[in-house]
């Protein structure tokens, strides 16, 4: 009793004390200025709808995760700052680009000798090591091992030789009490030394060189996993430009990493980066800025408020603003805006939105002309223009097919029709395909689940795609849930129709065409269920081609055997817009990698 | 008093497992698997069943609904969240509850007090103008969506401001209490959230009081107050005032454990990390131990303030016995 009566006494004291203090918010780190000028250069950014829920790159999955995550570590690769059409990739923890073999199977990699870990108390005297080939092994089988959490395991399945029998005897072993050995060998994982390491392949498999430079893969040091426990998803400790200072609920502030690598701004300079790159950042040594803070902006408003205050170095435009900022018909800024120096900038993303069949499903799924055709009608009576023009500004891409704008295999030509019977609104052939279906009008189909995620304008959206299916004579159930929810009536195969978006993980169509191949099928990412032994076998073949004519032709087939059977009706790609001071320097916006906060500068003499 | 409170307290205990057992039970077979959520977009099927076990989802569900019993009773809030992987559950609740009062305090009270008087002086001048007027701007007050205070507060009140007279007196967005001492980071962060608020429970409040004011002011008590003289501010503040503190009492104290809640709007919108942003973030998350501990604490605080209630009632009123 007196264990009991002592243990919650001790714990209400401690409570109270945590209570009291509230810390949130680690020991400050050193601000002086870096080697790039005598001020210290502060800015303040802001992280739009969410916060980073961790920034362990093991652990990590989503887009906050791989901002904050980008700031702390480094991947073996990078994506060229400057390059966007296409995008190129580069390395960053790499003396060189990995060199494949000549069978595509065994990879050499040299690692950048002298790239230290941030100085951090769970090295011996608080001095950062050095980064070493068992370093990235170690890091890549964190992915491996249940205690980790990871999420992202789905880039090493398959990939490395021996990797998946690890991952199956290594948490057997823990299960069975004998414990994970890291040390274990991997038949696919070699490091020959320090600084030399190779990687034996399944499968010549193309996407492996951009996993290389996902988050997910960032080196991390053991002694930080194993020091911090559970407590290193807030505890980071890379070889990345920044280390994190502070991360409150309401941000993160970092600052620069003084141990940081040698790097310079990049000088091949494409068209119009003259005029984004300031002449002082040329050479410079990276990162410029030596704190960055980053605001969590759940709501819009005080977002676009901070910075027309001018205390955000850029915002994305949220739709409600558009028309404060562009005028509508021309699409171009508004005076008030050029006066202030403030300019703007798109950026296309690798999206794909689209509503999805589930195939498995009784009344929408299946592969009989009855059923294509059925499915083929709702997809007819579907206009993306209507949606783009009444939420999304005109700006978007619609598009056909699942491979989006950028990359091989989407539909080049001005349209972006694959053919113009894929495509909505045609409601004249909507409803000879209905009638084809066995529903003339409508007539005898029971009305559709249609399940949506609750987010901004989706009761709005949701409207719109009744109405329209409404123009036939199909009704639909709108089920308006949570994205969790969404998620898991996915999984479960329950969804008949729903509304989803992709985007892209890496630029290139594989990516997206991984959404219809047979294995994935839920509670995998072929959320439509979709099954077609052709179309698996040239997924797999293209799987181990490099870009070419021949595999974007089989990327076409591929695309046009879904569209055949009408498994999704789609499909747009969001266009967003950024504003960005006059005073924050060589800020090229991407949302396809993050670790370009590095390259920014701030020219205090432009603030007001 | 005190063989009332024991009692009262007894009697709740059964209420309060029962509430921890709706919820957990509510939580398991209403609210989508969290592994789902934890998983994502590309989950395995082999994926699903190891994060079950993880969470202790696996375990038969008296098993978790005892354990989660002895955390609450051994004040153990030691459980890692499962949206925010490496904060405690006591951490990531511990750090929200202080802004959250900071902004809903302040709220009731100014608020309440307003109202109170407003009200007072509405039902001393029932039918007259002044009584007209202060109704129709609650009526106005209350029918205005709380968004558009929000909204149109930050804008003027915040952002507006600072244009038009060159330094920010109340912040867009933002809680930070250490950087200029405790008063001013109140000032420029809560007071704009607290004054908004205020604005709109005005509304609801103030009918709600006249109503209660304009019933005693006809009680026989009054007439002969008047009759034996007692000045204008007298009846108002001792005799009416006095006799009306049941309902008042009443109200503010059903409105006590909701300011641990927060208002999820203003805290979004001002960036305050309350307890609603964080409740919010945990039922997105499927974050059950943040949920559940949540739950557990506002039950009590609610089972308190409830008996509380009855304990005001005595004090305020010599006709109440507890029994």
Known sequence: MWKISRSVVVRALALATTLSLAPQSAAALPTDPGPNGKDLKVVQLPLRSDAPKTIDPGRGSTTYDNRACSMVYDTLLQYSYLKRDPFVLEPALLTKMPTPSEDGLTWSFELKPGVVFQDNECFPGGKGRELVSEDVFYSWKRQADDRTKAKSWWLYKDTIVGFDAFREEQNAAEKAGTGFNYDAPVAGMKVIDDHHFQVVLTEPVYRFIWLLAMFQTSVVPREAVEHYGTRFSRNPVGTGPYMLDEWTDLGMSFVRNPTYREEYFPTDLQDGDEEIVADLSKGKRLPIIDRVEYTFYKKDQPMWLRFEEGTLGYTQVPAENYETAFNRRTKKLNSSYKRRGIVSADVPLLDFIFRQ??????????????????????????DFDEFNSSFYNDKNIVYDGMIPPGLDGHPNNEEHRAGPEY???????????????????????PAINYYVANSANSPEQADLTMRQLGEIGIELNVRMMDFSSLIEACDNKKAQFFSFAWSSD?????????????????????????????????????????????????????????LDHAAFAGSMARTRSYLIQPWLRNFKPTEQFYNWVKYLDVEESLRE | ??????????????????????????????????????????????????????????????????????????????????????????????????????????????????????????????????????????????????????????????????????????????????KNGFISGWLTYCALPVIISVI???????????????????????????????????????????????????????????????????????????????LLGAIADKDFPVIQTFTAIFAVVFILSNILTDVLYALVDPRVRLQ
């Open chain 1, 423 to 445: 495509r909505g609104k045609n409601i004249a052939l909507a409803k000879e395909y209905l009638a084809k279906a066995g529903y003339p009008n409508g007539a005898g189909l």
């Open chain 1, 506 to 562: 890496y630029p290139d169509a594989e990516n997206n065409l991984a959404l219809f191949y047979g294995p994935n099928q839920s509670p995998g990412s072929n959320h439509a269920n979709y099954e077609n032994e052709e179309f698996d076998r040239l997924y797999e073949q293209t799987r181990s081609m490099q870009p070419s004519d021949e595999r974007t032709e089989i990327y076409l087939r591929m695309r046009d055997m879904v």
């Open chain 2, 200 to 278: 709109v429970a005005m509304g609801y409040d103030t009918r709600f009081y006249r109503a209660v004011m304009v019933e005693e002011s006809t009680k026989d008590y009054m007439v002969t107050a008047k009759a034996k003289g007692a000045g204008r501010r007298k009846v108002m503040f001792v005799h009416m005032l006095k006799n009306a503190m049941i309902p008042i009492i009443t109200r503010i104290m059903t409105t006590l454990p909701f300011l641990i809640v927060g208002s999820v709007l203003l805290e979004y919108y001002f960036n305050i990390p309350g307890m609603g942003n964080r």
């Open chain 2, 1 to 178: 008093m005190w063989n009332y409170i024991v009692r009262r307290l007894l009697y709740n205990i059964p209420v309060y497992l029962g509430i921890i057992l709706l919820l957990m039970a509510l939580l398991r077979v209403g609210a989508a698997d969290p592994a789902y959520t934890f998983l994502g977009k590309n989950a395995e099927p082999g994926d699903l069943e190891r994060i079950r076990q993880q969470l202790g989802l696996d375990k038969p569900f008296l098993v978790q609904y005892f354990h989660f019993l002895w955390d609450v009773l051994t004040l153990n809030f030691e459980q890692e969240s499962w949206g925010r992987p490496g904060r405690t559950v006591g951490e990531m609740l511990s750090t929200a509850y202080i802004p959250t009062l900071m902004i809903t305090v302040p709220g009731l009270m100014i608020t309440a007090t307003i109202s109170i008087c407003v009200a007072l002086i509405s039902a001393f001048n029932r039918g007259r103008f002044a009584d007209r007027i202060l109704m129709v701007a609650a009526v106005v007050g209350m029918s205005v969506s709380f968004l558009v205070y929000i909204i149109v507060g930050q804008y003027y009140g915040a952002f507006q401001l600072k244009e038009w007279v060159g330094t920010e007196v109340f912040a867009i967005e933002g809680f930070d209490m250490e």
């Open chain 1, 357 to 382: 069949f589930n195939m498995q499903d009784e009344l929408l799924g299946g592969y009989t002309p009855e059923k294509i055709a059925l499915r083929k009608a709702i997809i007819l009576a579907t």
